[in-house]
């Protein structure tokens, strides 16, 4: 039984350009959300999908977005990219009473 | 939101218990404490959680004090694969946004 599967692993880009990350729950999980991990710091929480809507959201700007599939997989999109979001991007999986399932990130660099 | 104060780092013998503390005073009755860790390069991993009573599954026991201000995650014979920061966190659902600290980084030593 494969767990959460996120893709690419690791990406490079460059300022101002778009980037879309994909992820795959674990099977079972119908929610979706998104965590960014600046190094050294804990993962922090962007946004969560269910029922292919944003149910919760955390504080993060618009240029950060999201969607769900109708197989519950997801994508996020960062626009206009920036330095600071360099960082691993988590994908964690859920369903009501289950614990969150993380997958390994996607380790994103700005040049 | 109940927030959560963890010591930065701690080390431990190898197959020796690894207690971990975990103060969270300002705990509502409904929320849960939830314990995960993140092993280098690796995401978090969930390890257990609880209301009030003390639980233990195949990874670890947790100790919730009768106040439940703090608690403890107990591994019980350390290895060196149990080497990662452990995160404490305090929601109310298991499905809620993860409000992650900076944990404790634990060094399991041979």
């Known amino acids: 039984d494969a767990g959460v599967t996120q893709s690419p692993t690791h990406l490079i880009k460059t300022r101002g350009q778009q980037v879309t990350l994909r992820c795959s729950p674990k099977s079972g999980h119908d929610t979706v959300s998104w965590y960014q991990q600046a190094l050294g710091q804990g993962p922090q929480f962007i946004f969560q999908y269910y029922e292919e809507e944003e149910r919760q959201r955390g504080n993060f700007p618009d240029r950060f977005s999201g969607h769900q599939f109708p197989n519950y997989s997801s994508e996020l999109n960062v626009n206009a990219l920036l330095l600071g979001d360099s960082a691993l991007y988590l994908c964690?999986?859920?369903?009501?009473?289950?614990?969150?399932?993380f997958g390994d990130g996607t380790r994103l660099s700005i040049l | 939101d109940a927030k959560t104060t963890q010591p930065p780092s701690m080390d431990c013998a190898e197959g020796r218990a690894a207690n971990l503390p975990c103060n969270h005073s300002?705990?509502?009755?409904?929320?849960?404490v939830y314990w995960y860790r993140q092993i280098h390069s690796q995401g978090p991993q969930y390890i257990i959680h609880g209301l009030k009573n003390n639980e233990t599954n195949e990874m670890a026991s947790l100790i919730i004090t009768e106040d439940r201000k703090s608690s403890t995650l107990i591994l019980p014979h350390a290895t060196l694969r149990d080497t990662a920061v452990y995160y404490c966190i305090v929601r109310v659902l298991m499905n809620n946004d993860m409000r992650f600290g900076a944990g404790t980084r634990l060094t399991v030593k041979p």
């Open positions: 964690a999986s859920s369903s009501i009473n289950q614990p969150q399932h």
């Open positions: 300002t705990i509502s009755g409904n929320e849960y």
